[in-house]
């Protein structure tokens, strides 16, 4: 699947916490029919057998729907079950040692805390790019904070499409507004709700009218430039 910035729009990231009242599988269609743009699979704890065979299920589901599927940090899971793209972190495997086994097509994420880790990702081949996190994180509670001016500050250093993630819900989202990201990735906003349909379609909703009214302000102030020229 061919990578775009819109993927990234409502970029859901799997945990294992929630599971119980339904399946992961089940959870996973429930944030796609609520309109998750892209779907990272996240497993920590799973042996390697039971993680490709469980990233083959959700492959299938994600492009039945044609959402792509990234799978996380675990390069080797994501080229032997084709997956459409991995997610890696600072220390994993490097971005350039990542392009030249996968080929051109495979979408690479990188996390990026600072503007020179950007930098070197995007040079390194990188598609997209992770920060943060920019609010605390329940899922990683000893992750570096990234604040609203730092955020801003990377994604104007580089020129492909940026996510922030981090502790994102439905009640802070609009205080990420103008930052430049493309994009935000979410855990517990989507997988700990009651109804995950249901709280996937407000986060979007919320999100894009956040944009919206970003870019409003962009276009206004653009007039108004043009009109004192």
Same mark, same amino acid.
């Given at each position: 699947?061919?990578?775009?910035?819109?993927?990234?729009?409502?970029?859901?990231?799997?945990?294992?916490?929630?599971?119980?009242?339904?399946?992961?599988?089940?959870?996973?269609?429930?944030?796609?029919?609520?309109?998750?743009?892209?779907?990272?699979?996240?497993?920590?704890?799973?042996?390697?057998?039971?993680?490709?065979?469980?990233?083959?299920?959700?492959?299938?589901?994600?492009?039945?729907?044609?959402?792509?599927?990234?799978?996380?940090?675990?390069?080797?899971?994501?080229?032997?079950?084709?997956?459409?793209?991995?997610?890696?972190?600072?220390?994993?495997?490097?971005? !350039?040692? *990542?392009?030249?086994?996968?080929? %051109?097509?495979?979408?690479?994420? +990188?996390?990026?805390? @600072?503007? $020179? #880790?950007?930098?070197?990702?995007?040079?390194?081949?990188?598609?997209? !790019?992770? *920060?943060?996190?920019?609010?605390? %994180?329940?899922?990683?509670?000893? +992750?570096?904070?990234? @604040?609203? $001016? #730092?955020?801003?500050?990377?994604?104007?250093?580089?020129?492909?499409?940026?996510?922030?993630?981090?502790?994102?819900?439905?009640?802070?989202?609009?205080?990420?507004?103008?930052?430049?990201?493309?994009?935000?990735?979410?855990?517990?906003?989507?997988?700990?709700?009651?109804?995950?349909?249901?709280?996937?379609?407000?986060?979007?909703?919320?999100?894009?009218?956040?944009?919206?009214?970003?870019?409003?302000?962009?276009?206004?102030?653009?007039?108004?430039?043009?009109?004192?020229?």
């Amino acid at each position: 699947m061919r990578f775009q910035k819109d993927m990234l729009l409502l970029y859901a990231v799997t945990d294992r916490t929630w599971v119980g009242r339904q399946s992961l599988y089940e959870q996973v269609e429930e944030a796609i029919l609520g309109g998750a743009t892209l779907i990272q699979l996240r497993e920590k704890n799973l042996s390697e057998e039971d993680f490709l065979a469980e990233a083959v299920q959700i492959k299938e589901l994600c492009h039945r729907y044609n959402i792509p599927l990234i799978i996380n940090d675990n390069v080797d899971i994501a080229l032997k079950m084709n997956a459409d793209g991995v997610h890696v972190g600072i220390d994993d495997e490097s971005v !350039l040692e *990542i392009r030249k086994r996968a080929g %051109s097509d495979f979408i690479i994420g +990188a996390t990026a805390k @600072t503007i $020179e #880790q950007a930098v070197a990702a995007e040079k390194a081949g990188a598609d997209y !790019l992770g *920060i943060g996190a920019v609010f605390p %994180s329940k899922t990683k509670e000893n +992750a570096i904070r990234i @604040t609203n $001016e #730092q955020l801003k500050a990377i994604c104007s250093s580089v020129s492909i499409p940026t996510v922030a993630i981090g502790g994102i819900s439905y009640e802070n989202v609009q205080e990420i507004k103008g930052s430049g990201v493309d994009g935000i990735a979410v855990v517990s906003a989507i997988f700990s709700a009651e109804n995950i349909k249901e709280a996937t379609m407000k986060l979007k909703e919320k999100w894009c009218m956040t944009i919206l009214q970003e870019n409003k302000k962009n276009t206004d102030i653009d007039k108004k430039g043009e009109n004192a020229g």
